[in-house]
């Protein structure tokens, strides 16, 4: 890096010459060695996934979980430095549940976005502090239904002041990603660390805007995904963890949850098989040398 | 001569004796809830051999005025416990914004655990025994129903005091004096429970809803009724109307400004 040796990069908040916060760069470095976060918003809920490299064979199989529930509605997974990911969801938990102690409602996932964005950004200000090591990826449902306030006992009236429209409906899927600088934005597919850029180019052939693909789908795309961004560090064994949220009538009931053990294996092998298929495409030599999965 | 500011204009104590300093106070003492404002009646609740049945009407009364009549006083908190609470609504409001984000936190870890009526029906006792001891009690007695950690049917009490008590069918508010007596015939012991079938426990609690409807001035005939069992999880209806209602007693009761035979 040319920037190393001039001086604007030994402190937080400072500028170089040309505009550039070098400590924040830094912080993305640091995300972009992280496992790969995947992040799908289907017609009908959204899907996390996480590649979860295996450092020790003396690790749990299933035990430290990285993708995170914030609220009922809200999942978080990030990559990058873990503690400060944990840190992170603490914040956005306290952020959640101080909206739902103010308005007696569950956060927006807009404006959720919105206060970690403000509190990433904070910490690109001040000499004191680093910024996040993190890229986070947050997906939610936001209720379609007019939702009871907490704590509501009766319906209300049925029309005129105070009453209900017939038929309105707001809500849906919501995907955000939000990087080191605090910036954030909402989307379709999102990827972040180290398999990013082969996770990215898989996401835009799934042609999300179209808004066509179902949640079921979504959580085997996402799976695939996964494997496919592994590709690149396969020496390295991983784990997949992958969690979902559907609307109030889906599968999870507006809740974020892990996608269930079986589905979670399905989406696996169909992963593994599809890697083969494409390990087959490519090494057509009359060897016909695959890989062992 | 006095230049303490509270003593201007005011009559001299040497002329006039000791001025009364409580006009002074600029706020009166600070109190808590003296009585409920706006209440719900009774709950009602047996277990049976695979679970607990439990109901409400869904009334809620300001004094003697029936002021709001679709009121849910079966708050569910996940598939296998449900509260049922009779007494101030606007507590009842706080509990269940309490147990609402005792529900977010606890799912907070995906441990694959969730808290079954036993923990919450402790949980709601510790809630309401700190705040009878801060002397602000939150003016309600509840009843827990669903299943205990071996699935097992679970159904207790907890009060305005913090006091527990459990047994194999129980009532709050008037149901305790119209309702247990009637209940008790179905199971007085809790041996007794293994014997009694899902519908034999719900027309149980349908009856009784009936006698308080007849009996109790604050009540109503719609009424909101549970069940939790580990097959079926939470069945919650919310809107239900009381069914084969005859007034024909009302011809035979004397009292209350009546003084001639019909």
Aim: charged fraction near 25%; glycine fraction near 10%; hydrophobic fraction near 35%.
């Amino acid at each position: 890096m040319t920037s190393i040796g001039t001086g604007y990069d030994l402190q937080n908040s400072v500028f170089s010459p040309d505009g550039r916060n070098f400590q924040v760069e830094y912080a993305v470095k640091a995300v972009e060695n992280g496992g790969t976060c995947v992040g799908i918003r289907c017609k009908d809920g959204v899907v996390l996934a996480v590649e979860k490299i295996i450092t020790s064979k003396l690790l749990k199989p299933g035990a430290n979980k990285k993708i995170a529930t914030v609220d009922r509605n809200v999942g978080i997974v990030s990559s990058g430095l873990i503690p400060d990911g944990r840190h992170f969801v603490s914040r956005a938990r306290d952020e959640a549940a101080s909206w739902r102690s103010t308005y007696k409602a569950p956060i927006p996932l807009a404006a959720l976005a919105g206060r970690l964005g403000g509190y990433v950004q904070a910490y690109t200000l001040y000499s004191s502090v680093r910024p996040f090591g993190v890229t986070a990826i947050v997906g939610g449902w936001d209720s379609a239904g007019a939702l009871g306030v907490d704590g509501q006992v009766g319906s209300g009236p049925s029309a005129g002041a105070g009453g209900k429209i017939p038929g309105a409906k707001a809500g849906g899927p919501a995907l955000y990603m939000i990087e080191p600088s605090g910036s954030y934005w909402g989307y379709y597919g999102a990827a972040t660390g180290k398999g990013r850029q082969t996770a990215k180019s898989e996401l835009e052939k799934l042609g999300l805007a179209s808004g066509n693909l179902s949640l079921e789908a979504g959580v085997k795309e996402a799976a695939r995904i996964i494997y496919v961004a592994h590709e690149d560090s396969k020496d390295k064994e991983f784990e997949l963890e992958m969690s979902w949220i559907s609307s109030m009538d889906g599968p999870t009931k507006g809740r974020h949850q892990e996608v269930p053990k079986d589905m979670l294996e399905e989406a696996e092998k169909l992963a593994k098989t599809a890697l083969e298929g494409e390990d087959e495409e490519e090494t057509t030599a009359p060897e016909g040398e695959t890989m062992e999965e | 001569m006095n230049h303490l500011p509270q003593a201007w204009g005011r009559p001299r104590d040497d002329v006039y004796g000791p001025y009364d300093a409580s006009y002074l106070q600029s706020r009166l003492p600070q109190t808590h809830t003296q009585s409920p404002i706006v209440t719900g009646t009774s709950v009602l609740a047996v277990k049976f051999k695979d679970g607990v049945v439990i109901a409400a009407d869904n009334l809620a009364s300001y004094g003697s005025l029936a002021r709001f009549t679709d009121v849910k006083r079966l708050r569910p908190f996940n598939s296998k416990s449900i509260v049922g609470i009779g007494g101030d609504v606007s507590d009842m409001q706080y509990l269940d914004r309490l147990l609402n984000s005792l529900d977010v936190t606890e799912n907070y870890s995906s441990t694959g655990h969730s808290l079954n009526a036993k923990n919450l029906h402790t949980y709601l006792s510790k809630v309401m025994y700190k705040r009878r001891s801060d002397i602000n009690p939150l003016w309600n007695q509840m009843l827990v129903a669903g299943l205990d950690g071996n699935d097992e049917p679970f159904l207790s009490s907890v009060d305005l005091l913090g006091t527990t008590f459990s047994s194999p069918t129980l009532a709050t508010g008037f149901g305790a004096h119209l309702a247990q007596p009637l209940l008790r015939k179905v199971a007085d012991d809790e041996s007794k429970v293994a014997d009694i079938t899902r519908e034999r426990a719900v027309e149980a609690v349908k009856e009784c809803m009936k006698v308080l409807f007849y009996r109790d001035a604050r009540s109503l005939d719609r009424y909101s009724i549970a069940v939790v069992t580990k097959e079926g999880g939470l069945e919650l209806k919310e809107d239900e109307q009381l069914e084969g209602q005859s007034w024909a007693f009302a011809e035979t009761i004397r009292g209350y400004g009546r003084t001639q035979e019909a």
